[in-house]
């Protein structure tokens, strides 16, 4: 699940150099970590350390606060951040990205608003008091569905979603939001585009049962950056390894339990969409 980095070639005699990875533990709700480190351990072992000959040493992380300081330190190299945490952290300090994720051909992830077909709701207003159940690759406030939602509420002049809604619960796997929605037992979700087109075309009923209230623009969930102290010389290396993360079985691994096609070079205006959320 996180990037990576590629070292020189070294002499066969020489100890292979270490490559500090961090990340943040609550970047998966309703995911196990036991998976999730599993995943990564399997990544660093059988390919980094070895095929590329890199030692890793992995660093998880229980809040923003945390990551802060360890890079604040130096203590890392390259760190995998949910991206509200990179924009408000970027202000503080350099870090460097290097990539983001693709999801059909597109940087980041629509989110849909889905209510049973016939509801007669048209726009989320009309869910005042409602329970809300929303895909998220983070949670609360760091889940940019949520301050997609938020931005809506605060468009139309209504009250925070803490206040409009009777309550939010936020889970990765999309059937349990979607399906709640399809059998009645929810009166709204909200689910990335791929999510739905995908729950449609195994059970076509989906597509007929549920509708479209609003669609979010591109988001993008996650960063991958250079520590602020990591040498510039290195960046071309450590950026080819996280880019390539398809190449190799281990990297296709992490990708499916994010749920993405791959990593693609950064580009500032990716994540614009997600900044307009994060920033007044």
């Known amino acids: 699940m996180l990037l990576c980095a590629v070292a020189p070639a070294a002499p066969a005699h020489a100890a292979p150099a270490e490559l500090r990875l961090g990340y943040v533990e609550y970047f ?16 660093a072992r059988r390919y980094v350390e070895t095929e590329r000959g890199l030692g890793v040493r992995l660093s998880a992380f229980a809040s923003r606060g945390e990551i802060r300081a360890a890079l604040l330190s130096g203590q890392l190299d390259v760190v995998h951040l949910p991206t509200v945490d990179y924009l408000l952290l970027s ?3 350099d870090l460097k990205p290097f990539g983001v994720p693709v999801t059909d051909g597109e940087f980041g992830e629509r989110y849909v608003l ?5 509801s007669g709701v048209t ?4 869910l005042r008091g409602a329970r809300l159940l929303v895909q998220a690759m983070s949670l609360g406030q760091e889940s940019l569905p949520a301050r997609w939602v938020e931005r809506l509420l605060r468009d139309q002049g209504l009250p925070p979603a803490a206040r409009h809604f009777a309550s939010m619960t936020y889970e990765v796997q999309p059937s349990r939001v979607l399906l709640p929605v399809f059998f009645g037992q929810a009166p709204a979700c909200v689910v990335t585009e791929r999510s739905l087109r995908i729950m449609a075309e195994l059970n076509p009923q989906i597509e007929a ?3 479209r209230v609003a669609v979010s623009p591109p988001l993008i969930d996650f960063v991958m950056c250079l520590a602020p102290s990591v040498d510039p010389s290195l960046a071309p290396r450590y950026a080819e390894l996280g880019l390539g993360l398809s190449d190799n079985p281990w990297g296709r691994q992490m990708l499916l339990l994010l749920q993405l096609d791959g990593i693609a070079p950064f580009r500032p205006e990716a994540i614009e969409p997600a900044r307009r959320l994060v920033e007044p």
Request: net charge neutral; hydrophobic share 45%.
């Open 123 to 126: 726009s989320i207003g009309q």
């Open 28 to 43: 998966l709700p309703g995911v196990d970590r036991k998976d999730v480190a599993l995943a990564v351990q399997m990544w």
């Open 209 to 211: 049962q549920v509708e």
């Open 91 to 93: 202000r503080e300090m």
């Open 114 to 118: 889905v209510v049973p077909r016939g």
